[in-house]
Nanobody, 118 residues
Framework: QVQLVESGGGLVQAGGSLRLSCVAS????????MAWYRQAPGKQRELVAF???????NYAESVKGRFTISRDNAKNTVYLQMNSLKPEDTAVYYC????????????WGQGTQVTVSS
């Protein structure tokens, strides 16, 4: 059974930092592209960042220079370090996994809430 379990969300003031974690089980983690998406109230889900099995990274323009995605294959974990947070970063953040860097995110976590106060 595949599980992606996110943690690390919470309430933070603008300018603050949070680190999200996503632990995967039931998949060959090192062979998967991993991503973070977010969905704000009333908005569509959007890609925040992804990291390939070879650790190539890609970021949405809105988070470049502020967020960093990384992975630890020994721990089956992907991270999202979020710095200089803004109120517009408020959303539910989801972890997703795509086999063999396909870009087809077949597995999703349940999400973790991030709220940034002004």
């Amino acid at each position: 059974q595949v599980q992606l379990v996110e943690s690390g969300g919470g309430l933070v003031q603008a300018g603050g930092s949070l680190r999200l974690s996503c632990v995967a089980s039931g998949i060959g983690f090192s062979h998967y592209r991993m991503a973070w998406y977010r969905q704000a109230p009333g908005k569509q889900r959007e890609l925040v960042a992804f990291i390939t099995s070879g650790s190539t990274t890609n970021y949405a323009e809105s988070v470049k220079g502020r967020f960093t995605i990384s992975r630890d294959n020994a721990k089956n974990t992907v991270y999202l370090q979020m710095n200089s947070l803004k109120p517009e970063d408020t959303a539910v953040y989801y972890c997703a996994a795509a086999p063999f860097n396909s870009g087809n995110y077949a597995f999703w976590g349940q999400g973790t809430q991030v709220t940034v106060s002004s």
